[in-house]
Each structure stands twice: as structure tokens, then as C-alpha cells.
């Protein structure tokens, strides 16, 4: 399926070009016969990094079709998909606003300096309130929503966000057998299972403890037209380190580490996660010899200033 996009997204689409590929070469996993791959996302643009600017492009061109003049979201005091959301925002010329969870704290975190900084219209709910916000599903959903406004759900969990994470697939010219992406919303795994090749095993990883869900909701984006896509898929629950936006030591010790010997910087909220569960199964001997397995870095490397 193609879908024609905006003239306004068409001027920022030509500011991107296709992230690097690139092969994580590591002398602790040589035992183990697997090739490792990473897809830079992280370095797609330096604000609309990763995943989110994937998920965002349709999302935000059916917006524009549909005539918005803003969009209206939800996210934590550090959330990425806010983050992307304004700053593209200001690019496309659309007003935003969102929900913001729990109190506005006296020294705002980064991330909320720069949505106030690119006009975001901030409002501060309670914990229930923000939860009882996810109930809002559609774009026209929202009951005291005003003329012209766009909801987006948390994290940007729509249908329309998953065309945009497979064409993150159409630049990964060879052939994988494993994929593995971090999971908030597990909208992106759904997006990979759409557009990977049959034979293709996908894993996600949850950052989140009792991430059960995921699944339901995976199922739920991809519908019954997905049926013949990706042969398997499995969402991991057990490399939350804790909960969501939680870690440990040895987390923080493998992400400084990682960085070190390969100069790749991770987050400690999803990508972290997602490399230190992918060596954990290599070294399990999870994967057979001769595997190829790509990782998705899926950026989000704002959300960790002023944490890490
Ligand atoms: C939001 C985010 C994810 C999770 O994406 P979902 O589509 O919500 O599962 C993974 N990694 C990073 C860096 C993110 O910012």
C-alpha cells in the first residue's frame, strides 16, 4: 500500500536519508557463531530520532488530510514520543498540546524545557486521570476536544504508525533471521511483524514489568489482515530491570560498557534493555550458529539527560 504524503512532510522527509546498518563486531560473542547487526535509528535526525519519527509520519499525514491544525497527546515528564511530537510539530507548522503525567515538577526535566521551548501546551493531570486518558483510542476521540484538534493516544499506538516503522525495513537490504526491538506500547514490534519477511523471528523486549498486555495490544494493531506476516513473534518480559524507566547496576554497568567498546550509546529505559536481553540469549546459546540478528536501536537518547 502506498499512501501520498503531504507537502508539508514531503520537505522533511528530504531532510532525512536511510539510517546506517552496521555490524556490532564483539569478541565476547565470538564463541557463540551468531552475526550481529544494529540499525542506527538513533542517528536518523538529531531531534526526531528513532522509532518515533517512524511511527509519527503517517500519523501526522493523516492528520494533515484530515485538515487538523493540532494535535493532542499524552506522555511521562521524559517521554520521547512528546519529544518528537513538538518538535516536528513546529517543522509542520501544527499547534500541540498534551497530558502530562503527575505533577509539573519544580526543576522540569529536559525533555520539558524543550516541549515548552518548541510551544507545546503542557497540562499536568493526576496518575488516574493520565490513566484514564488511554481509553481514548481514535483520533476524534477525545470529549472535550475542540474543533481542529488531532488526539493521539500514548506513545503514538495507532494502525497508521505501523507503515511507517516498515519502511524502516525497506532500507535493511539483506536478509535476518531474528529482529529484536525494545517494547513501550509494542506498536513498533507490530509495525516489524507487518513488514518482515515470513521467515523472519521477531522478539520484543518489554521495558516494562507485567507487560502481558503487549501482547493483546500487538495483536489488536496488526488485525486479522496480518495473519501471514512474520512466522513467529514473541514479546520477552523478563529484561525489565525492574519496571519501566527502572535499572540496575548491572544494567548501567553493560551500558557504559557497551559504549565504551562500541561507541554506541544506549538509554536506559528501552535500548539498554533491548542489547543487554540480546547478549543475554546469546550467551544462553538462545540462537544457533551462523543467526543473523538485527537490533533495532530505536533512539530515545534525550529521555536520559539529567538521569544517566
Ligand atoms: C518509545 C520507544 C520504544 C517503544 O516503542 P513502542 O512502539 O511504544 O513499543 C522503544 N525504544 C525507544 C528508544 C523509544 O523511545
Not at 532500507?171 to 509494542?186: I, K, L, N, P, Q
Not at 562500541?262 to 535500548?271: E, F, K, M, P, W
Request: proline fraction near 4%.
Amino acid at each position: 500500500m502506498t499512501t501520498d504524503l503531504h507537502p508539508r512532510l514531503q520537505a522533511l522527509q528530504r531532510q532525512l536519508s536511510p539510517s546506517p546498518l552496521m555490524p556490532i563486531i564483539d569478541s565476547a560473542l565470538t564463541a557463540y557463531g551468531v552475526e550481529l547487526w544494529i540499525k542506527r535509528d538513533d542517528l536518523l535526525h538529531p531531534i526526531i530520532s528513532g522509532n518515533k519519527w517512524r511511527k509519527l509520519k503517517y500519523i501526522l499525514n493523516h492528520a494533515l488530510f484530515e485538515g487538523a491544525d493540532s494535535i493532542v497527546s499524552m506522555g511521562g515528564a521524559y517521554s520521547n514520543h512528546l519529544h518528537a511530537l513538538a518538535y516536528v510539530g513546529q517543522l509542520l507548522g501544527l499547534k500541540t498540546a498534551a497530558y502530562v503525567r503527575g505533577e509539573c515538577p519544580a526543576q522540569p526535566s529536559e525533555t520539558l524545557i524543550d516541549l515548552m521551548s518548541w510551544n507545546m501546551a503542557l497540562t499536568f493531570v493526576s496518575r488516574s486521570d493520565y490513566r484514564a486518558l488511554r481509553r481514548y483510542k481514535d483520533h476524534d476521540s477525545l470529549p472535550d476536544r475542540l474543533q481542529g484538534a488531532y488526539w493521539l493516544p500514548e506513545g503514538g499506538a495507532t494502525e497508521l504508525a505501523l507503515q511507517g516503522v516498515g519502511e524502516l525495513l525497506s532500507e535493511v537490504e539483506s536478509d535476518f533471521d531474528v529482529m529484536m526491538v525494545a517494547c513501550g506500547t509494542g506498536t513498533t514490534l507490530a509495525g516489524l511483524i507487518r513488514a518482515a519477511a515470513p521467515t523472519c523471528q521477531l522478539i520484543g523486549v518489554a521495558a516494562l514489568k507485567g507487560g502481558g498486555f503487549l501482547v493483546d495490544d500487538v495483536q489488536a494493531l496488526l488485525g486479522l489482515s496480518a495473519m501471514p506476516a512474520a512466522s513467529s513473534w514473541q514479546i520477552l518480559q523478563d529484561y525489565h530491570a525492574g519496571g519501566f524507566a527502572k535499572t540496575t547496576p548491572a544494567l548501567n554497568q553493560f551500558i557504559v560498557d557497551f559504549r565504551h567498546r562500541h561507541g554506541i550509546a544506549l538509554d536506559t529505559v528501552y535500548t539498554g534493555k533491548l542489547l543487554y536481553a540480546a547478549y543475554d540469549l546469546i550467551k544462553q546459546g538462545y540462537f544457533s550458529v551462523g543467526q543473523r540478528i538485527l537490533l533495532m536501536h530505536t533512539g530515545g537518547l534525550q529521555g536520559n539527560r539529567g538521569r544517566f
